[in-house]
C-alpha cells in the first residue's frame, strides 16, 4: 500500500551530496513530494528532511541505498505518526481585500495566520501548519487574489529520541572495542 514517508538523512555537508541523495531516489522513478535541509544538532552534519509517496518496502530499500552513498552517516524513514512535523507557506495578496469589512481579517484569524508585510502594492501572509492548512487558507485566498504562494518543504522532529546520536554513539563504543582487541 503506497504511503506518505519521510526520510531523514545525515550527511557530511559535501557539496554535491544532495544532487547524490536525489539521484538515488529519481533512480528509482521516485516522486519527491517535499525536500528541505538544513543544519543539524551536530556541527557539520546536514539533515535532509525528503518526503516521498510508497510502499514501505521500497522506502526501506531506497534508505538503504542512500545508507550506502559516500558522505552519508544514516538515512531513516518514518511514518507521519512518528514524527511532528510543519510547512511554512507565505502569500502575496491585494491589501484591497482589508478595506471592505473584517472578513478578510477573521479569515486571517480561523486560519492561524499572521501578517508579516503590508505594503501599497501587496500584504505579505504566513501560515505554518500541514500541507492541508496551507492549502486551506491559499484556497480561502484565492476569491480576493493571491499574486504569489510559496511554500516550504517539511521541516520534522521525531518524535522519540533523534535515533542519529544512538547511532553515531554505537559506532563510537564499536570503535573503542575494535581497538582494545
Known sequence: MIKEFT???????????????VAVIVKRHINIESISVSKSTIEGIHRHTIV?????ERVRK????IDKQVDVLKAFYY????IVYQEIALYKVLPKIFFHGNKA??????HNARILRIEKEYVVIEKTGHQHE????????????VF???????????????????YLE????????????
Open 148 to 166: 504569489e504562494f510559496v511554500r516550504s518543504g517539511r521541516v520534522a522532529i521525531v518524535k522519540q529520541m533523534e535515533r542519529l546520536n544512538k
Open 7 to 21: 526520510l531523514t538523512v545525515f550527511s557530511e555537508n559535501r557539496t554535491g551530496i544532495l544532487a547524490r541523495i
Open 52 to 56: 516521498v509517496m510508497v510502499e514501505e
Open 105 to 110: 481579517e477573521k479569515l486571517i484569524r480561523k
Open 170 to 181: 554505537s559506532l563510537e563504543v564499536e570503535s573503542k572495542f575494535v581497538k582494545e582487541s
Open 79 to 82: 511514518n507521519n505518526d512518528e
Open 134 to 145: 496551507t492549502e486551506a487558507l491559499y484556497e480561502a485566498l484565492r476569491e480576493y487574489g
Open 62 to 65: 531506497l534508505v538503504g541505498k
